[in-house]
């Protein structure tokens, strides 16, 4: 087999706009694609690729001939001319699960995935076209629906970049840059042109290692254009974060910079890519993932307590354990949602994967904070032309899946924010117009399903449909500010559970009298404190600890409060999680419901003081929105 670089397109560029794939790309886009592919020819009986090897980081497109795709001797399929190889594997980024032999003489182009990204984001119908595709390839591959592919893929970084990016003109100085870059306590700025378009990356290291020997003689030229890096890692929103990491890696660039047509959306570096890759994996998600039943599920669920027990024992602060818990957790209900969608298959023929949608799991979840004992937070949202017999064909699915989740061990949610609700399963259009009537005019009910809707993150199926839905809150907020502060009042009219003495106020009466929720009474407060800041400054964050971070690099809130609240914060969940891994191991109900008269002396002064800071935080809040200092 040989790859070769493509010089002359010419021949390749008319044979390859011929095919189903690429008709609907225009022929200079198509053109420039080519030029970043590699002509590969196999003679037949070679092998592009064997089942279980490493995946090679994109696709072959057949120009003419036959590859054979085979699992063996019982399973075998013929892929001919305008056939795409490695698709499946593309998609689920695992090793590939075929072997892949010529059958005859053939010539393809390998597409590196960046190219494929690019590709689906600039051009719709190309996207709609692979997807089918796909969709195609698995279900010939394993004669069922793709969801167990679709649901594996890796996360897009335009879930976890920084947003909005600090950007810089390339003809500002340095002086200037670096000025904005100490403002907002950043280590890179993003170069833009007078249109707005990415130019390069201004990083701290260029300036020191750059800028500061030039400083030794007089500078004629200190503007940003001369110093900073001309070829970024620039990667599209739907680029997967664990590829992102190897890009950076290889190119030796501690930053990658989101873009959507060249223009910058976000930014992500190095440290918060591994840390977010890396921090959530171990031994016990390895362990779920491998796991085949409802009931193997239900018995990791019950095995958690061991797992949050070890972290505790191994981890410097407790919040840094919700995170990893949350991958767990979520581990849990993808696999369930596969088992669940492999049955509704069978039982109706139906496939999820053939309508555009996304699985969304809003609160804790969304934000990644689940403790012990989420409940179920999860919702819908369709593309606008997906028809109401395929909506109800999804309630049905939801049915099946909130009943196999309560049955792992996560309860139904008692607010009804579940798929299994007509409200929480909508069009995207329709999820537009609830979310601006609450806005508008929130009601009670409005503001109670927003303090978790608005915590959403995708689960499975379409991400774009997640970032539609985002802009869209982003954009109404703006508009319609007072929303943010009838939030707050809600919270206001609520007791934080210390009497003005300093003494705790518990429950009355009922099965937890003298007790104190964490949750509602603590907790709570400061995510919708920190939720309203981040939504009024259009962030993108969705981690209450990341979002105080990103507040406070930019100014928003100080230094001395975002101490102070990170404090509160984890002793709330240091507390919390130390009560409930000690009910489990007793047999007892898990809840967020502790006694602080059994708490020690030194953590009951620590839940007065961060209950008093926490009162702070909402008073500082509610006068922040209300317009005084």
Request: charge should be negative; glycine fraction near 6%.
């Amino acid at each position: 087999m040989q790859y070769a670089e493509i010089s002359t397109s010419e021949e390749i560029l008319a044979s390859a706009e011929t095919l189903p794939a690429f008709r609907s790309v225009p022929k200079e886009r198509l053109r420039m694609t080519i030029l970043k592919c590699e002509a590969v020819t196999a003679d037949a009986g070679e092998v592009l690729f064997r089942r279980g090897e490493t995946y090679h980081r994109g696709l072959y497109i057949m120009l003419f001939g036959k590859v054979r795709l085979t699992e063996g001797a019982s399973s075998e399929i013929m892929v001919e001319r305008g056939g795409m190889l490695g698709i499946s594997t593309f998609v689920g980024k695992s090793t590939y699960r075929v072997t892949a032999i010529a059958d005859t003489v053939c010539q393809m182009i390998f597409m590196p995935e960046l190219c494929v990204y690019k590709l689906m984001e600039d051009v719709p119908e190309f996207r709609t076209s692979f997807q089918r595709l796909v969709s195609e390839r698995n279900s010939e591959l394993e004669g069922r629906a793709s969801w167990s592919v679709a649901s594996s893929t890796y996360k897009p970084v335009g879930s976890y970049m920084t947003s909005p990016v600090t950007t810089v003109n390339k003809k500002s100085t340095v002086y200037e840059a670096a000025e904005i870059m100490n403002e907002s306590s950043i280590g890179a700025i993003v170069v833009c042109d007078d249109s707005g378009e990415l130019s390069g990356l201004l990083t701290s290291k260029h300036i020191v290692q750059r800028f500061v020997p030039d400083m030794k003689r007089e500078i004629q030229d200190a503007s940003v254009e001369k110093y900073m890096e001309r070829n970024p890692v620039a990667l599209p929103p739907e680029f997967p974060l664990v590829e992102a990491l190897a890009q950076m890696q290889q190119r030796r660039s501690e930053y990658a910079i989101v873009v959507r047509s060249n223009m910058p959306v976000g930014i992500l570096s190095n440290n918060d890519i591994s840390r977010m890759l890396f921090t959530n994996i171990n031994t016990y998600v390895t362990y779920v993932e491998n796991l085949e039943s409802l009931d193997d599920l239900q018995r990791a669920h019950a095995g958690l307590y061991k797992v949050a027990a070890s972290l505790m024992d191994s981890s410097r602060v407790s919040y840094d354990i919700l995170p990893v818990l949350s991958s767990v957790h979520i581990n849990i209900q993808r696999k369930a949602y596969r088992i669940c969608a492999e049955q509704f298959y069978a039982e109706t023929g139906f496939s999820l994967a053939s309508v555009r949608h996304t699985l969304i799991v809003m609160g804790s979840g969304g934000r990644r904070e689940m403790a012990l004992d989420p409940d179920q937070d999860n919702g819908f949202i369709f593309d606008d032309d997906v028809t109401d017999e395929q909506m109800e064909m999804f309630i049905k699915f939801g049915e099946k899946y909130t009943d196999a989740l309560e049955y792992i061990g996560y309860e139904k949610c008692k607010g009804n924010v579940m798929v299994t609700n007509p409200e929480m399963s909508l069009r995207i259009s329709d999820w537009k117009h609830k979310i601006s009537r609450w806005v508008a005019n929130p009601g009670a009910m409005g503001l109670m399903w927003s303090s978790i809707i608005f915590d959403f993150d995708g689960f499975a199926g379409d991400e774009k449909l997640v970032w539609e839905l985002r802009d869209h809150i982003s954009q109404n907020i703006n508009k319609s500010p007072v929303f943010l502060i009838q939030m707050l009042e809600k919270d206001s009219n609520l007791r934080i559970p210390l009497s003005m003495f300093g003494k705790f106020i518990g429950e009355k009466d009922g099965e937890h009298k003298g007790e104190i929720n964490l949750k509602s009474s603590a907790s709570a407060f400061i995510v919708d404190v920190v939720r309203a800041f981040t939504l009024k400054n259009g962030l993108n964050e969705l981690n209450t600890v990341e979002r105080m971070k990103a507040l406070m690099r930019k100014n928003i809130i100080s230094e001395e409060l975002y101490l102070h609240t990170l404090e509160a914060y984890e002793t709330i969940v240091d507390i919390t999680l130390n009560s409930q891994i000690q009910k489990a191991e007793k047999g007892e109900h898990i809840n967020k419901y502790v006694n602080p008269d059994e708490l020690s002396l030194y953590n009951r002064e620590r839940l007065k003081k961060s209950l008093g800071q926490i009162q702070k935080l909402l008073s500082t809040g509610l006068r922040f929105f209300k317009g005084h200092p």
